[in-house]
């Protein structure tokens, strides 16, 4: 029994042994020289392009041209074209009511009448200033014999040959022919003023004339333009007054819609504003062709409409800061068959799709690239650099830089965490 602890001893040492032989005898960890791995990352070599900046807006449609047909005479409305209903379309120079003109055609023949009845008098009193002065010549002849005869039958008083009788006789003649004569001078001075008194009521005769001529023609409202009726105010046997709004139309030629556009916006389409002009003054100045719109009902939007850009509404908005752009669709009926294209009516809601500008050598990057205005790029040993750049605007999921990038730069897209400066990159070439 003594000897079982002595027999396990021999076996222990001799595992304790090759265990301390295989531990020294072991190849130690195997060295590995160089870095870290360079990153595998997509890059993207930009170019200098040409870009043209764009922006989109929402508005409502209306009437580049409006008739409100106010009547100006009063009467009874005795006709009314059958196509004037809400919804029709009338033809420029079309007469659509008549109102009852006998009242004007009266006052127009009356005054008439009394026009010539001024101008007999007046004829009448030409044919009295010539005979007046006929007879004013005979009695001032009259005159000159008669005085002969006083200053002749004075002599002969004189020298005791005739009694002084018949001086007084002469005395009477020479003093009525001398009344004869004043009473006529006067008759022909007066007949300047009663000329001049029938100009007067010639002249009003002829404004009661016009006056009665032009509200005959208010009688009939003939429509100024091409229109759609929107709205009737009167009907027939339905007696109008001065004043009132009788037809509401909206002209088919053209259709406006305002687009507040953010400033920024505004300025990049047009390609900046130069010191010192107003957008008013750039609008006067720049030729707004170099802006194109396409425009789209937002109840289907496949439909496209091109547009322009016609004036600037108002003022801007100061607490929107926004630009009132008036776009302007020529012809918003041409093409239109509905249902499959309706027309550009009136309060209908449009997308407006502007496109700015050219801008040349513009540098234009993924969104995605640009990291709190640092931008990744792979430097020609292939390593990481960090770029700071100026961002000019963003569209269409890119950013155009201002600076900061240059043609041939590799910009990184992938994202890399963490992005160290320096560290080794496996640039893998895609495109945009």
Same mark, same amino acid.
């Given at each position: 029994?003594?000897?079982?602890?002595?027999? %396990?001893?021999p076996?222990?040492?001799?595992?304790? &042994?090759?265990?301390?032989?295989?531990?020294?005898?072991?190849?130690g960890?195997?060295?590995?020289?160089?870095?870290?791995?360079?990153?595998?990352?997509?890059?993207?070599? %930009?170019?200098?392009?040409?870009?043209?900046?764009?922006?989109t807006?929402?508005?409502?449609?209306?009437?580049?041209?409006?008739?409100?047909?106010v009547t100006?005479?009063?009467g009874?409305?005795?006709w009314?074209?059958?196509?004037?209903?809400a919804?029709?379309?009338? @033809? &420029?120079?079309?007469?659509?009511?008549?109102?009852?003109?006998?009242d004007?055609?009266l006052?127009?023949?009356?005054?008439?009448?009394d $026009?010539?009845?001024?101008?007999a008098?007046?004829? +009448?009193?030409? &044919?009295?200033a010539?005979?007046?002065?006929?007879?004013?010549?005979?009695?001032?002849?009259?005159?000159?014999?008669?005085e002969q005869d006083l200053?002749?039958?004075? /002599?002969?008083?004189a020298?005791?040959?005739? @009694?002084?009788?018949r001086?007084?006789?002469?005395?009477r003649?020479?003093?009525?022919?001398? =009344? /004869?004569?004043?009473?006529?001078?006067?008759?022909l001075?007066?007949?300047?003023?009663?000329?001049?008194?029938? *100009?007067?009521?010639?002249?009003?005769?002829?404004?009661?004339?016009?006056?009665?001529?032009?509200?005959?023609?208010?009688?009939?409202?003939?429509t100024?333009?091409?229109?759609?009726?929107?709205?009737?105010?009167a009907?027939?046997?339905?007696?109008?007054a @001065?004043?009132q709004?009788?037809? =509401?139309?909206?002209?088919?030629?053209?259709?406006e819609?305002?687009?507040?556009?953010?400033?920024?916006?505004?300025?990049?389409l047009?390609?900046g504003?130069?010191?010192?002009?107003?957008?008013?003054d750039?609008?006067?100045?720049?030729?707004?062709?170099?802006?194109? %719109?396409?425009?789209s009902?937002?109840?289907?939007?496949? +439909?496209?409409?091109?547009?322009?850009?016609?004036?600037?509404?108002?003022a801007?908005?100061?607490?929107?800061?926004?630009?009132?752009?008036?776009v302007?669709?020529?012809?918003?009926?041409?093409?239109?068959?509905?249902? =499959?294209?309706l027309?550009?009516?009136?309060?209908?809601?449009?997308?407006?799709?502007?496109?700015?500008? @050219?801008?040349?050598?513009?540098?234009?990057?993924?969104?995605a690239?640009?990291?709190?205005?640092?931008? =990744?790029v792979?430097?020609?040993?292939?390593?990481l650099?960090?770029?700071?750049?100026?961002?000019a605007? &963003?569209?269409?999921?890119?950013?155009?830089?201002?600076e900061g $990038?240059?043609?041939?730069?590799?910009?990184?897209?992938?994202?890399?965490?963490?992005?160290?400066?320096?560290?080794? $990159? *496996?640039?893998?070439?895609?495109?945009?």
């Open positions: 029994m003594r000897l079982a602890p002595l027999l %396990v001893l076996p222990i040492a001799l595992g304790i &042994a090759a265990a301390v032989w295989m531990i020294t005898s072991a190849p960890p195997t060295q590995v020289e160089g870095g870290a791995p360079a990153l595998p990352v997509r890059v993207m070599t %930009v170019e200098a392009e040409d870009l043209r900046p764009t922006a807006a929402w508005g409502n449609l209306r009437a580049a041209d409006t008739w409100v047909a100006e005479v009063q009874e409305v005795i009314r074209h059958p196509d004037l209903e919804g029709r379309l009338i @033809p &420029a120079g079309t007469d659509v009511l008549r109102i009852d003109p006998a004007y055609e006052a127009l023949a009356q005054s008439q009448a $026009l010539a009845a001024l101008e008098e007046r004829a +009448q009193l030409a &044919a009295e010539d005979n007046t002065r006929r007879i004013l010549a005979l009695e001032r002849d009259r005159l000159t014999l008669t200053e002749r039958t004075r /002599t002969l008083v020298q005791g040959t005739v @009694p002084q009788s001086a007084d006789e002469a005395e003649a020479t003093l009525l022919a001398r =009344r /004869t004569v004043a009473e006529l001078e006067n008759t001075a007066l007949i300047e003023p009663r000329d001049a008194r029938i *100009t007067a009521q010639v002249a009003r005769s002829e404004a009661a004339i016009d006056r009665a001529r032009r509200s005959l023609a208010r009688t009939t409202l003939t100024p333009f091409d229109l759609r009726v929107t709205e009737i105010g009907e027939r046997f339905q007696t109008v @001065p004043g709004v009788v037809i =509401r139309a909206d002209g088919i030629a053209a259709a819609v305002v687009a507040h556009l953010p400033i920024d916006s505004f300025r990049r047009v390609g504003v130069p010191d010192g002009m107003t957008l008013d750039m609008m006067r100045e720049l030729p707004a062709t170099q802006i194109d %719109v396409m425009l009902p937002l109840s289907d939007p496949e +439909q496209g409409w091109p547009a322009r850009v016609s004036r600037i509404e108002g801007l908005d100061a607490r929107a800061r926004t630009v009132p752009v008036v302007t669709v020529d012809d918003p009926y041409q093409g239109a068959d509905p249902p =499959r294209r027309p550009l009516v009136p309060n209908m809601q449009v997308g407006l799709s502007f496109a700015g500008a @050219p801008r040349t050598g513009a540098i234009a990057i993924p969104e690239a640009l990291h709190a205005g640092l931008v =990744r792979a430097d020609p040993d292939d390593l650099d960090l770029r700071p750049v100026t961002a605007f &963003a569209q269409d999921g890119r950013v155009v830089i201002a $990038l240059a043609p041939g730069d590799r910009v990184v897209i992938d994202d890399i965490a963490p992005a160290i400066p320096g560290m080794a $990159l *496996t640039p893998v070439e895609v495109q945009e």
